[in-house]
């Protein structure tokens, strides 16, 4: 089945510093991705979408110049979280959309756990 | 009103019994539906999607209700390993990917 990662899966960092999270699609294109935050219990939070090769999108409420996405290849996706503070402290998960792949389907990345000192 | 919404739990269960839970959403005009299962702080998992007619994969059943705007989920037999957050997501409106998720429902199946 199709797999994806994120690197890191744990990171600890002191507040005003940037933290870059990678999401790759390991045997498969992906045309989209998609970033979540996920708050202790809380539901999944749509961030932003990702398309390869042009600008994400996205949601309401959430700051594009603190939260910078960058997809430069079908296989990679990258969130940066620039001058992080405390309340950026999430569960961060991305997901991907294959090419061609079936209308519905988005495979999840194990998470990334971020705790900002 | 949340777009998804379910009862959060958590249920507490004994081993073996049926147990069954709910999701209704806002947007008639949803085309897809799923339900995904979340362990502890791990990523979410697709478990069903959910189709119009209701379907069945072993112990789990799932059913849609387009006029009422709810999905249930039915596990059946419960097992230990079931203890997990169940999360029901919806595929908003036709033309786009996004998911939108609902809050979760904890099930703790007990020995």
């Known amino acids: 089945g199709a797999v994806v990662s994120q690197h890191p899966s744990r990171v600890i960092c002191k507040s005003g510093t940037s933290v870059k999270i990678e999401c790759r699609s390991l045997d498969f294109q992906a045309t989209t991705m998609f970033w979540y935050r996920q708050f202790p219990k809380q539901s999944l939070m749509l961030m932003a979408t990702s398309n390869e090769g042009s600008k994400a999108t996205y949601e309401q409420g959430v700051e594009k110049d603190k939260f910078l996405i960058n997809h430069a290849s079908l296989t990679l996706s990258t969130l940066t979280v620039t001058s992080a503070h405390p309340e950026d402290s999430s569960f961060y998960i991305c997901?991907?959309?294959?090419?061609?792949?079936?209308?519905?389907?988005?495979?999840f990345g194990p998470g990334t756990r971020l705790t900002v000192l | 009103r949340k777009e998804v919404e379910q009862d959060p739990g958590p249920f507490n269960v004994p081993e073996g019994a049926t147990v069954a839970f709910n999701c209704t959403y806002s947007n008639s005009a949803s085309q897809s539906f799923f339900w995904y299962r979340q362990d502890c702080r791990k990523e979410p998992k697709l478990l069903m999607s959910?189709?119009?007619s209701g379907n069945e994969d072993g112990r789990f059943t799932a059913q849609l209700n387009r006029a009422s705007q709810y999905i249930s989920l039915l596990i059946r037999d419960s097992k230990l390993s079931d203890s997990a957050t169940y999360l029901c997501?919806?595929?908003?409106?036709?033309?786009?990917?996004?998911?939108?998720f609902g809050t979760g429902t904890r099930l703790k199946v007990l020995a």
């Open positions: 997901s991907a959309r294959e090419w061609g792949g079936s209308y519905n389907e988005q495979f």
């Open positions: 997501v919806v595929k908003a409106t036709s033309g786009t990917y996004k998911y939108i």
């Open positions: 959910v189709y119009s």
